[in-house]
């Protein structure tokens, strides 16, 4: 069965200062993956995919994600944070070939000023 | 471009009394999806229109919540009657695609958030 794991419930970070949000996944195939970004009391925002192609993907808000085939990883990160960023990250994949997705359960991400 | 619109966005109702939400997804897309998320989870499938056909609705409690999606635009979610651990938020979703893939982006609207006391 497929599955994503978010191993932090929350991670804290310093305005200015680099962030990465970890995700790990279990998938048969190819993985689709996504990252999704939730403020409160509204919906989900999409920030990035990887489909295929370069390992390095790029998305909203300055936000990239690294494909790590060997470690099943794909790890969310920004050079800079900001307070803005401040919100719930979700990662997800792609489950079988009817297109909807599976989420991990959630990093809370805290910037401080 | 107009995105998915969801309504009420907050209701709250009594153990056993009924409740429905609608969606209409952004113009154009054929698949419509209903999430349930509950606090301090991830969201989770409840079920997955083809424009007015079920893809997949395995993860529906079907004795008490029921979908449909006639003329393949706008969708109604029902729960009946409800219980206390229905208390979540209810998100509507669309994709683009008309095909079978998995690639696809999803699009979320602002979710309708159901308290049952």
């Known amino acids: 069965a497929q599955s994503v794991a978010q191993p932090e419930d929350q991670v804290n970070v310093a305005e200015g200062n680099p962030l990465t949000v970890k995700c790990t996944y279990s998938?048969?195939?190819?993985?689709?993956l996504f990252w999704y970004v939730q403020y409160p009391n509204r919906g989900l925002q999409f920030l990035l995919k990887?489909?295929?192609?370069?390992?390095l993907v790029k998305g909203s808000y300055g936000f990239e994600a690294e494909f790590n085939k060997s470690q099943t990883s794909f790890h969310l990160k920004k050079p800079s944070a900001l307070v803005s960023d401040s919100a719930l990250y979700f990662c997800a994949c792609g489950r079988g070939s009817q297109g909807n997705l599976i989420f991990g359960k959630g990093t809370k991400l805290s910037v401080k000023p | 471009e107009a995105g998915v619109a969801q309504s009420p966005r907050y209701k709250i109702i009594e153990k056993r009394q009924s409740v429905a939400f609608w969606c209409n997804p952004i113009s154009g897309h054929a698949t419509l999806y209903w999430y349930q998320q509950i606090l301090g989870q991830g969201p989770k499938l409840l079920i997955q229109f083809q424009n007015n056909g079920v893809v997949d609705d395995s993860q529906l409690p079907k004795d008490r919540f029921s979908a449909e999606r006639l003329k393949g635009v706008d969708s109604t979610l029902k729960i009946q009657p409800a219980k206390l651990e229905d208390s979540a938020v209810y998100l509507c979703?669309?994709?683009?695609?008309?095909?079978?893939?998995?690639?696809?982006?999803?699009?979320f609207g602002e979710g309708s958030w159901l308290t049952v006391v």
């Open positions: 979703a669309s994709s683009p695609w008309t095909g079978m893939s998995s690639g696809n982006t999803i699009y």
């Open positions: 990887y489909i295929t192609g370069d390992n």
């Open positions: 998938v048969s195939g190819n993985p689709y």
